[in-house]
């Protein structure tokens, strides 16, 4: 089992940048392959990006190619979001989510979930 805690959430401006984190402790890190994922009021839970254990591989959402960037560091038992040229529509609640067989994009098919951290992003 894998316990995750997000953080670097916050309030930014339009066409700013923040960084989230998401620290896992518990069973070994580099086994899993690690997603971001997040939701806004009233909609369902949406993929954002992915990324394979060993880090060589990632997936992106159509809506975030090119401005977020999903990274890890194996080492600190830590993956990355960094989010880029933020827009209004980027506000939403960020969870990062852990499995252990391949990525994926859908949120059913993830064992282990963080509490989230709210991103905020005003016009």
């Known amino acids: 089992q894998v316990q995750l805690a997000e953080s670097g959430g916050g309030l930014v401006q339009a066409g700013g940048s923040l960084r989230l984190s998401c620290a896992a402790s518990g069973r070994s890190f580099r086994n899993y392959n690690m997603a971001w994922f997040r939701q806004a009021p009233g909609k369902e839970r949406e993929f954002v990006a992915a990324?394979?254990?060993?880090?060589?591989?990632?997936k992106y959402a159509d809506s975030v190619k090119g401005r977020f960037t999903i990274s890890r560091d194996n080492a600190k038992n830590t993956v990355y979001l960094q989010m880029n040229s933020l827009e209004p529509e980027d506000t939403a609640v960020y969870y990062c989510?852990?499995?252990?067989?391949?990525?994926?994009?859908?949120?059913?098919?993830?064992?282990?979930w963080g509490q989230g951290t709210q991103v905020t992003v005003s016009s």
């Open positions: 990324i394979s254990w060993s880090g060589d591989s990632t």
């Open positions: 989510a852990a499995r252990g067989i391949s990525m994926a994009v859908l949120a059913a098919v993830y064992n282990y």
